[in-house]
């Protein structure tokens, strides 16, 4: 879509050059969303391609994920044979409502900022005990776990201006062993629930419920728990915390949750640490 009200792309080689900062302004990465529809508060784009971001940095401590990594290098990605978490990549980006054409210039930081209760890259990288690096318009960057960086439905903690970096997911959870459960209305659709279930060598337990929720919620549990304790927890997530839409009622989503969560417990239960 051409957008008629932007006057200046700015084409930075860092983000420090960009020395201030007003109503108007956007960083544009994927700008698969912001192509999408008409951007009627913004006359400027500052394109965040010239910055030179790594996609994907892997350490001793684990994945370095870029801000503007594009979802298909993550669909791509094959890492150490002891990150057992891996298939959780492919399972996330195949939950996009996406084609592979739109995989190509959507990135990840972007999806994480959209800040959508559908977001697979939220649910993969809450899942994975991720947290992000922002940079502040002015001071020293500040680290955010990533459950804790979307507030809501497309709302989120970054300040004007402010700038989503990288998101690092730690070995130690990259080794977990894990489980996905996803749901949507229609083959390619947004995904009315997408769980994740992570468990550690010591069998404690974490459950990441996203989509159905209107922010991340996550339920841990030291050791594997049974049946009823599981139901129990995630019968105790507050009632405003369900998102209904037209992909899905509150009601109909919680009830998605609680089943997707028993089949992960059970899938992780039976699981080799």
């Not at 959507?106 to 940079?135: H, K, Q, R």
Request: aromatic share 8%.
């Amino acid at each position: 879509m051409d957008l008629h009200t932007i006057r200046e792309l700015r084409r930075p080689i860092s983000a420090g050059s960009i020395d201030e900062w007003r109503g108007g302004y956007a960083w544009l990465a994927g700008g698969t969303w912001l192509f999408s529809e008409p951007q009627p508060a913004l006359d400027t784009l500052i394109d965040l391609g010239g910055l030179g971001w790594p996609a994907l940095e892997v350490s001793a401590d684990g994945l370095t994920i870029g801000a503007t990594c594009r979802v298909v290098d993550l669909h791509r990605f094959a890492g150490p044979a002891e990150w057992h978490a891996l298939p959780l990549f492919r399972a996330c980006c195949d939950a996009f409502l996406a084609s592979f054409k739109i995989w190509n210039a959507a990135t990840v930081g972007g999806n994480l900022c959209m800040s959508l209760p559908a977001g697979p890259m939220i649910s993969l990288t809450a899942a994975l005990e991720g947290f992000c690096t922002l940079w502040p318009r002015h001071g020293a960057p500040r680290e955010v776990p990533v459950a804790d960086f979307v507030a809501g439905n497309h709302a989120n903690v970054l300040g004007a201006g402010e700038l989503l970096r990288s998101i690092h997911l730690p070995a130690s959870a990259l080794r977990k062993r894990a489980a996905f459960r996803h749901a949507s209305l229609t083959k390619l659709g947004r995904s009315a629930a997408l769980l994740i279930g992570t468990r550690d060598a010591e069998g404690g337990l974490l459950l990441t419920i996203t989509a159905a929720t209107d922010r991340p919620v996550q339920l841990r549990f030291n050791a594997m728990p049974g049946v009823a304790e599981m139901r129990g927890a995630v019968e105790c997530i507050a009632e405003a915390r369900w998102f209904g839409d037209e992909h899905g009622s509150a009601a109909y989503k919680r009830h998605l949750a609680l089943h997707f969560a028993e089949e992960i417990r059970a899938e992780l239960e039976v699981a080799s640490p």
